[in-house]
Structure formats: structure tokens, C-alpha cells
């Protein structure tokens, strides 16, 4: 995915703005036009019967988050909204079990909305990947788990650490593809999303987070760091990560031990030294 240079040097950076945009389609209280609301039907005429009122609330969600954009004077750079806007509509049918339909739908409200200042996003579903709107959704999710410790929201007023904690184990999931399938825009991200929980200054007041340390992973050598610095943010997580690798090499080695164990059965027969070939050789003149 590299649309324009604003995206090109972090695919994923977008996702930071991501929260703001949420709250734009999820809480927008504009009335949707009559001539669009009327056309919503045309969108949605490939759809079964039966979904089809579901389909018509995500349509009409889309069509007025467009109208809020188009009608803002803040600023709003359109192509992190349009990669939102495929994003969303993405995730939103991927959870009704019909994303096949993801790149029709997002053309489709364009092309109803017909805005000029959104023609440029027409062809956004046949740049952006399907793996990448994926890790789009889990670098947001981790950046809402960010927030509300931020905010404290009811979800973790109550326990910032457990909240903290969860975003740990969302991190580790990616430890290993970060190390070896090494995706830089990605784990660049979810760098910097464990740099800002590192901020919150968890580590001394959570029991579940000041015993371990928080992994990192060398970006450049697409290995993990041996000797994780102090300051980094710290998980009993690690514990479980170390016990895994260390559990992994020591099968490694048993595995070894079993196969040259084998091969010593076909040895060679008693008596014929394994220097003989060797002596033949050296004295044949």
C-alpha cells in the first residue's frame, strides 16, 4: 500500500487518526439527503433480502461520514479518510461474513456521493491489501486499548494494568513475525504504540507488568534484542516467550541426539578404522 508520499513512508501510519475517524461514522448526527438515502437501494441490490436492512444502516453510516468530511472546515486530509472508510466497510462485512463484497460496496457509496474531493480515492481496494487492512485492524485495536488507558475510560478505569497487560499480549503475538517475516512500516508501528505505554508509567504500580521485561526487536538485524534495556516496558509475558524459545532449542538438540543415534547403527563394520581410507590415500605414491 503506498498512496501518495503522506502514506509511502509508513504504510500504517495512518492508523493513528484511525480513533478520530471512528467517532466521526460511529456518533454523526447529520441527516442524510434525500436523493442519496433513495439510491441506497441500488448499492445494496446484489445483497439477500434478509441482510439487506443491516446493509442499508452501513451504507447510510458511510454516505454521512462522507457528508461530515466533505462538509468540515478542519482540515481533514482526504486520504487517510478514505483508507478508513475502506477499512471500516471491510471489517464491517468481514463481520456479517461477506467481505468478498468490500471493494464493490466502497466504490459504489463513492460513486453515489459523487464528490470531486474523493475522486482520487476510487481505486484505494485495488492498492490496499487485504493482509494489510488486517494489520490495520490489529495496530488500531491496540491503539484503542492505548486510549482508554489514556483516558481511563470505563473499560479500564478500573484496572489500567489489565488493560496494559492485554496490549502486551497483543504484542507479543507479533514478536516472531517481526523477527522473521519483518514487515518495517508494521513493527515500526507497533513500536511506537509500546513507546507510548511505556509513557503511561505502569511498570511500578502493576504487579502483572514489573517482573519481566517487554521485548524488543532489532529492526535492522530482524532479531530480537538478547539484553532488553531496563526502561523498556515489562510483562510476565516475556517469562512465557523465554520458556517457549528455551523449550524449542532443547527439543532442537533431543531431535539432533535421536537422529545420530540412528546413523550409528549403519557405522561402519568393526576393524575398518575411519582413518584407513585417509592412510590409502596418502601412501598410494
Sequence with gaps: ??????????????????????????????ILDAHLFSNVPNII?????????????????????LKYIETSNTGISVEPVCIYLYYWIYHYLKNNGDSKHAKAFYKKILNLFQSAIF???????????????????????????????????????ESRCKCAYDCALMYMQKIDECELNYDHDFCSELNNIKNEINAQELIESCDNVKNLMFPNFDRENRILDP????????????????????????????????????????????????????????NRD
Excluded: W
Design 227 to 282: 539484553v532488553p534495556k531496563f526502561s523498556t516496558f515489562r510483562f510476565s509475558m516475556y517469562g512465557l516467550y523465554l520458556k517457549q524459545r528455551i523449550k524449542g532449542v532443547k527439543e532442537k538438540y533431543i531431535n539432533f541426539d535421536e537422529e545420530r543415534n540412528t546413523l550409528q547403527l549403519f557405522d561402519t563394520p568393526k576393524g575398518i578404522s575411519s582413518d584407513r581410507t585417509y592412510n590409502i590415500l596418502y
Design 119 to 157: 475522486f482520487s480515492c476510487t481505486n484505494y481496494p485495488d492498492i490496499i491489501k487485504t493482509s494489510e487492512l488486517e494489520k490495520l485492524k490489529f495496530l488500531h485495536d491496540m491503539y484503542n486499548i492505548l486510549n482508554d488507558i489514556k483516558i481511563q475510560s470505563p473499560s479500564c478505569k
Design 1 to 30: 500500500m503506498c498512496i501518495k508520499n503522506i502514506l509511502c513512508n509508513n504504510k500504517y501510519s495512518v492508523v493513528k487518526v484511525f480513533l478520530k475517524y471512528k467517532e466521526i461514522i460511529e456518533n454523526n448526527n447529520l
Design 45 to 65: 441490490d446484489s445483497i439477500d433480502k434478509n441482510l439487506r436492512p443491516e446493509y442499508v444502516h452501513m451504507c447510510t453510516k458511510a454516505l454521512l461520514y
